[in-house]
């Protein structure tokens, strides 16, 4: 398939994300559910973790509710869930931890493209009730602003080397 062939089929695209956190339990659910608002139905969110809590945390979910944004779904899961036969097939793997971003990941189905936007753990804040709603507010503000950042990409005009090295900056920012 030539390049213009492949800028054209991108165009209608709905692309399948991936949020990669090692707990699954607040940036890669955040992540989730921005993504999800925000991408309008040209994209679909996923979330997973390397070694998943089970539970997402409770201030993950105020503060989505504070952000406006529905929970409905949100689960923590295990990213093999995402290597199984019968997946979606993923355009784009991002992880939003350190921890994720160093370990070894599965063979996702559809060879997508990945890139590391790290974010520290609002989890791992030892902070009073209200600090640590702030924490978590935070971290979910740089994520929107990546994720706003993503969706303002001309995706489907760029080639795969372009695309990759513009999603790779987001990270950066």
């Known amino acids: 398939m030539k390049k213009e062939e492949k800028r ?30 925000l991408g309008r139905g040209r994209f679909r969110a996923h979330s997973a973790g390397s070694h998943p809590s089970g539970q997402v945390h409770p201030m993950a979910l105020l503060t989505l509710e504070r952000m406006h944004l529905g929970a409905e779904g949100l689960r923590s899961k295990d990213w ?19 921890k994720a971003a160093g370990e070894v990941c599965p063979v996702w189905p559809g060879q997508p493209m990945t890139a590391h936007w790290g974010v520290a753990d609002p989890a791992a804040a030892q902070d009073s009730a209200a600090d640590l709603a702030q924490v978590f507010w935070d971290t979910a503000t740089v994520l929107k602003r990546r994720i706003e950042l993503m969706l303002a ?13 513009q999603m790779r900056d987001i990270g950066r920012q």
Do not use: W
């Open 8 to 37: 054209m089929d991108r165009k209608d695209k709905i692309y399948e994300v991936l949020f990669v956190c090692t707990h699954n339990s607040a940036r890669s659910i955040m992540a989730e559910a921005l993504l999800t608002s």
């Open 80 to 98: 093999a869930e995402f290597a199984q036969p019968g997946a979606p097939a993923l355009d784009f793997v991002l992880t939003v931890c350190d």
């Open 153 to 165: 990409l001309p995706i489907a005009a760029l080639d795969s080397l372009a695309l990759q090295q």
